[in-house]
Each structure stands twice: as structure tokens, then as C-alpha cells.
């Protein structure tokens, strides 16, 4: 990834300077064309100015200086110059032999051109010199009457290196460039595949069993949020496997007290079909007894698993109504102990939680309450709301615990020491669905007596 990460940036790069520099070649090329042609023209309208002398007396002093100028010009600048009277018949050049005064250039079409009064500029190839020529011819007035023209021409190579010397400063600024994108790239390739590399070894350690295994949450913004995610992830993996663990640990020893028991009574009473019916019956009635809280022990394992291992979505639920149902399910068993259950609350308290939550904390704190609180009492539902929470409270008038039971309740399996039939499951169940809610579950005792069983949850 590292190579493949600087290449990319390097590609990048190189499409960007072949985009920017290609255009701007062609742009240097008509630039240093039009550059040249108006720097003729110029000089060629200077010459122009000094050849009204030789052409209008053609004095051989007159010529001769005008032969001087014409070779200062050529030496100085590499154009070479060639100077016609009216007919077309060179009369100076820039030569140093002169051999070509005296050639009739009237055949020539920028002198032909020039001769009428206008100004030629343009390529062409010389057979004479076998090579491509940048051109500039104007014509010589005297008044209104033309008396010659000057033309001046230039290799056409001379403008192809000069556009070619700046294209090598171009491409050596393009590759400088391109270096340093590879530079660049390699040193963000190198810091992002490091974390990355981090990130699977995490990740490798993790998938052989190691949970403490974590990435290190620095780097760039991507990078550090894809480890805190990875974090966050192995934090819950880790939570979910202890979990297991101890729900195994708790299931395993829970389950051989009852099992064992079981075996015992069945055996005794086995022992005592025979010899005695009546006490093998008792045995049996109490086998049956030690099957139903296996049983039970055996629905709160899974329930408690299943509120672990879901992550049910969040709802708004109304609180009071839902209370409200649940006292008129648990009316007919409390009245059988001659127990009064009653709702205090408004009409309507809407919370957040998990679905069935509401529902199931209720049935837990009553059964629980119901199993402990002397006949004739009272059992309170009690709902309060204020704009940010709403409290759930139900008020037993029990032998209530101590401040240190009220805070174990919550455990797996723990029971009061009067608690001689329950799971020891329900309140964990409470707590569990308190905390997939977002909710807090808690016991505190009740100064008159008894235990004050709540939930607060969060309102919409």
C-alpha cells in the first residue's frame, strides 16, 4: 500500500504539470515567435530609416556605410540583411563577401510584396540555404514613392532553441516537482501504512485470543477514528467473552446444587416406594418442588442472556400506563394473600427504553416484593416525572436489608438469607434492562421499613 499510495500521488502530480506545462509550451513558442517577428519589424524600419540616404543618391560612401551598419546588425543580433533599390537589384547585404550584391531578389515574394508598399512577415524555406527562414521585409518611402525595401530573416532554429531552453528549464522544474511529490508521498504513505500496520497487528492479536490487544488512537483524523472504533469494538468483545465466562462459571454452579438435590430425593424416594409410600410420596412432592426452580433457575439464564447479548433500539414508552396495566395482572395474586396493591402517579409519563423493558422491571420488583411483605400490607406503584427524568418506585412494607444487601441484590444468584426459593436472577434481569435503557436500577430501605425498589429513566 505504501508504493502504491506514493505512485498514486506521483501520477497526480505528473498530470497536473503534463496539463499545466503543455499548454503553456505552445503558449511560449507563439510567444517567442511574435516576440521575434515585432523585434524585426522594429529593426527592419530602423534599417529602412538608414537606406532613404544610399537609395535615394546612391553614393558609394553613402552604400558603404549602409554595408557597415548591416553587418554591426547581423554580428550583433544574427539576422542577416539584404537591401533592394525600386527594381528589386540588392545593393547591400550583410554578408562579408558581398557576393550577393547585385542579385536581381525581385522574384523573391516578400520583396515583390514589400515593393508594393506593404509589409511581408512569415516562414519560408530557402533553397539557397537549405533551411527554414523567419522573415520580415518593409519597404524603404522617400515621400510618397517607394525607393527600395529591407528585408531581414532569421534561422527559424534559432527560435526552436531558444522555445526548446525554456522547455528544459520547464521539465527540470517538472521533475524537481515530481521528486518532491515522491518525497511527500513517501513520508504520508510511510505514516499512514504505520498506523495501519499497528491496526492489523491489534487486530491479529485480537483474532488469536488476546483481548487486551488495542490500536493506538493517534495519526490522522480517518486513521484515529477507524482505532477508536477498533477499541471500542474489542472493549465490547472483551465485555461479551467475560460475560460468557461468568454467566458459564454462575450457570455451572447454580445448577449442580439444584441438580444434586434433585438426584438425592429421587433416590430416597426410590429407596422408599416399597417400604414407605406416604414418605416416598414427600420425596417425590419434593423432587417435583426442586425441578420447578431448576427450571426457573434455567429461564432467568436465558432471559438474563438474552438482555445481555441484544442491543434492542430505544423507544419512547409511556411509564404510567404500562404500571397501571401491570397492577391490574398482579391484582388477583396479591388479593389471595389479602395484599393491596395500588398506583400513585399522573396519567401519562413518557420514558425511554428498550421494548418489554418497562414491563418486566415492574413484574420483577412485585413478584419480589410479593414474596416477602406479611399479608394485609400494602404494595406501591409509584410513578414521578420531572422534564428530564421519570422515576419508577415500588414500595413494599417488608422486613427490608441493609444498606450492603441493597447494593449485592443486584448480583447474579444472590438471595437474601430469608430467600429460600427464588433464582437469585430477577433483579440482575432488573439491572441488565435498566442499562440497555439507559436507566439506573436501585434498592434503598425505607426509614418506616421496608425496601424502596427503583428505576430512573431518561425522558424523550
Known amino acids: 500500500m505504501k508504493w502504491r499510495f506514493m505512485a498514486a500521488i506521483m501520477a497526480v502530480i505528473l498530470l497536473v504539470v503534463l496539463v499545466q506545462d503543455i499548454p503553456l509550451a505552445g503558449y511560449l513558442q507563439t510567444t517567442e515567435y511574435s516576440r521575434l517577428i515585432t523585434s524585426l519589424e522594429k529593426d527592419a524600419f530602423v534599417l529602412a530609416g538608414r537606406s532613404q540616404e544610399a537609395l535615394g543618391k546612391p553614393a558609394p560612401t553613402a552604400i558603404s556605410n549602409l554595408a557597415s551598419v548591416a553587418q554591426t546588425y547581423r554580428k550583433a543580433g544574427g539576422a542577416r540583411v539584404v537591401v533592394v533599390d525600386s527594381t528589386g537589384m540588392a545593393i547591400v547585404t550583410s554578408d562579408d563577401d558581398q557576393a550577393s550584391v547585385g542579385s536581381d531578389y525581385s522574384t523573391r515574394p516578400e520583396i515583390a510584396t514589400a515593393l508594393t508598399g506593404q509589409i511581408a512577415t512569415g516562414e519560408r524555406y530557402s533553397t539557397s540555404l537549405s533551411q527554414q527562414l523567419v522573415y520580415v521585409t518593409v519597404p524603404v518611402l522617400n515621400g510618397d514613392k517607394i525607393i527600395g525595401a529591407v528585408r531581414l530573416t532569421f534561422p527559424n532554429q534559432t527560435v526552436v532553441d531558444q522555445v526548446n531552453s525554456q522547455l528544459q528549464l520547464?521539465?527540470?522544474?517538472?521533475?524537481?516537482?515530481?521528486?518532491?511529490?515522491?518525497?511527500?508521498?513517501?513520508?504520508?504513505?510511510?505514516?499512514?501504512?504505520?498506523?495501519?500496520?499497528?491496526?492489523?497487528?491489534?487486530?491479529?492479536?485480537?483474532?488469536?485470543?488476546?483481548?487486551?490487544?488495542?490500536?493506538?488512537?493517534?495519526?490522522?483524523?480517518?486513521?484515529?477514528?477507524?482505532?477508536?472504533?477498533?477499541n471500542l469494538m474489542a472493549d465490547r468483545l472483551d465485555g461479551l467473552v467475560t460475560q460468557q465466562r461468568t454467566f458459564a462459571a454462575d450457570a455451572s454452579h447454580q445448577l449442580r446444587t439444584p441438580l444434586t438435590a434433585l438426584r438425592l430425593k429421587l433416590e430416597r424416594a426410590r429407596d422408599m416406594v416399597a417400604k414407605d409410600p406416604?414418605?416416598?410420596?414427600?420425596?417425590?412432592?419434593?423432587?417435583?418442588?426442586?425441578?420447578?426452580?431448576?427450571?426457573?433457575?434455567?429461564?432467568?439464564?436465558?432471559?438474563?442472556?438474552?438482555?445481555?447479548?441484544?442491543?434492542a433500539p430505544i423507544e419512547t414508552f409511556d411509564v404510567a400506563s404500562i404500571a397501571r396495566a401491570r397492577i391490574e395482572h398482579w391484582q388477583p395474586l396479591a388479593a389471595e394473600s389479602a395484599i393491596k396493591v395500588r398506583y400513585e402517579g399522573p396519567v401519562a409519563a413518557l420514558a425511554l427504553a428498550v421494548p418489554t423493558a418497562v414491563e418486566q422491571i415492574i413484574d420483577n420488583?412485585?413478584?419480589?416484593?410479593?414474596?416477602?411483605?406479611?399479608?394485609?400490607?400494602?404494595?406501591?406503584?409509584?410513578?414521578?416525572?420531572?422534564?428530564?427524568?421519570?422515576?419508577?418506585?415500588?414500595?413494599?412494607?417488608?422486613?427490608?436489608?441493609?444498606?450492603?444487601?441493597?447494593?449485592?441484590?443486584?448480583?447474579?444468584?444472590?438471595?437474601?438469607?430469608?430467600?429460600?426459593?427464588?433464582?437469585?436472577?430477577?433483579?440482575?434481569?432488573?439491572?441488565?434492562?435498566?442499562?440497555?435503557?439507559?436507566?439506573?436500577?436501585?434498592?434503598?430501605?425505607?426509614?418506616?421499613?421496608?425496601?424502596?425498589?427503583?428505576?430512573?429513566?431518561?425522558?424523550?
Request: charged share 20%.
Open 170 to 230: 520547464l521539465i527540470i522544474v517538472a521533475i524537481i516537482t515530481l521528486i518532491l511529490a515522491g518525497v511527500v508521498g513517501f513520508i504520508l504513505s510511510v505514516s499512514v501504512t504505520r498506523r495501519l500496520k499497528l491496526l492489523q497487528r491489534a487486530t491479529v492479536f485480537l483474532a488469536e485470543g488476546d483481548l487486551s490487544a488495542r490500536a493506538d488512537e493517534r495519526g490522522a483524523p480517518e486513521i484515529k477514528s477507524l482505532s477508536r472504533s477498533f
Open 278 to 311: 406416604a414418605g416416598a410420596e414427600l420425596r417425590i412432592a419434593a423432587a417435583e418442588a426442586e425441578a420447578d426452580r431448576l427450571g426457573n433457575i434455567i429461564e432467568g439464564l436465558l432471559m438474563l442472556s438474552r438482555t445481555e447479548a441484544k442491543a
Open 365 to 460: 420488583y412485585v413478584d419480589n416484593a410479593l414474596s416477602i411483605v406479611p399479608p394485609k400490607s400494602t404494595l406501591t406503584v409509584r410513578v414521578a416525572k420531572s422534564a428530564t427524568t421519570v422515576e419508577l418506585h415500588v414500595l413494599d412494607q417488608g422486613p427490608g436489608m441493609t444498606v450492603e444487601d441493597c447494593t449485592r441484590a443486584f448480583d447474579r444468584f444472590w438471595r437474601a438469607a430469608s430467600d429460600n426459593t427464588g433464582s437469585g436472577l430477577g433483579l440482575a434481569i432488573v439491572a441488565q434492562l435498566a442499562r440497555a435503557s439507559g436507566a439506573a436500577a436501585a434498592l434503598t430501605p425505607r426509614p418506616e421499613g421496608g425496601i424502596d425498589a427503583s428505576v430512573t429513566f431518561k425522558a424523550p
